[in-house]
């Protein structure tokens, strides 16, 4: 075989690299650990690593230690199963008690009155954006009758147990890849602000700028996982009050045992 020959079979190496990085990645998005995950996050996570390391084994591993962070609050697949019956039992209370968000806002007589203080400023609203949700559209969905819910969140899993429990709509999306472009009367935004700020620096306040809602709630952890008051809702407080977009202002600041809400009106 001549030496032209051969070379013109050999692939460039860029060549042979992309497509072993787009076969990791592959494997990836079809893996069974992460098949409810949004593609759109394992396509930011993988993009992120390859920007941070030359070897494919080692965006790899990076990915897979990024997505094992991401999935930490997913229900194991017992718990989905359970939560998918939850919801065609249309269980609403004990569905909540499936995701750790919700529950740690439960029993319901505890959500019903944060809901109330929080709709005594902004009013009974016709449309809810609950960005990066959890399961609190299953807890809208009851309180809300008739108003357009939407839920947008990272996890299929929760998703799916929104859609089957019916009263909202539910659907994939990645707030650090898009801010969704549908407005609504409210917008919510529990607990993930310092979720993204980690992440990325300056994410979260890009997105309480995008947001289209005429009120937004944002909310913030007071205590740690351990139950423990470290300080945080001083630290979220002084954020946040840094951190108000100049087309907002804000309208209220409420607390219960273990979250910070601030309420931001549209100037």
């Not at 999935?71 to 499936?98: C, D, N, Q, V, W």
Request: proline residues 4%; positive net charge.
């Amino acid at each position: 075989m001549s030496a032209k020959s051969s070379a013109s079979k050999r692939a460039p190496r860029s060549v042979r690299r992309e497509e072993k990085v787009s076969g990791l990645k592959g494997k990836l998005l079809g893996s069974k650990k992460y098949r409810d995950v949004c593609p759109d996050t394992i396509e930011r996570i993988w993009s992120e690593c390859s920007a941070k390391y030359k070897k494919e084994k080692d965006v790899d591993k990076a990915a897979r230690e990024a997505l094992h962070g991401v999935t930490g609050a997913f229900m194991t697949e017992r718990e989905y199963k359970r939560a998918m019956e939850l919801a065609a039992a249309h269980e609403g209370e004990a569905l909540l008690e499936m995701h750790a968000s919700t529950r740690e806002r439960l029993p319901i007589a505890r959500m019903n009155e944060t809901f109330d203080r929080i709709f005594a400023i902004t009013g009974r609203p016709e449309s809810v954006l609950d960005l990066a949700c959890g399961l609190n559209p299953v807890y809208l969905a009851q309180r809300l009758p008739g108003a357009e819910l939407l839920g947008v969140d990272i996890s299929g899993q929760c998703v799916n147990v929104i859609r089957a429990f019916g009263g909202a709509q539910a659907r994939l999306g990645d707030l650090l890849c898009a801010v969704p472009e549908e407005s609504a009367q409210v917008a919510l935004l529990f607990k993930v602000l310092p979720l993204l700020e980690r992440q990325r620096a300056g994410a979260a306040a890009d997105v309480l700028h995008r947001v289209q809602a005429e009120w937004i709630v944002a909310s913030f952890p007071t205590r740690s996982l351990g139950g423990r008051n470290v300080g945080m809702e001083k630290h979220y407080s002084e954020w946040m009050e840094a951190h108000v977009p100049e087309n907002r202002a804000i309208a209220a600041r409420l607390t219960d045992e273990n979250e910070l809400f601030y309420v931001l009106k549209r100037k």
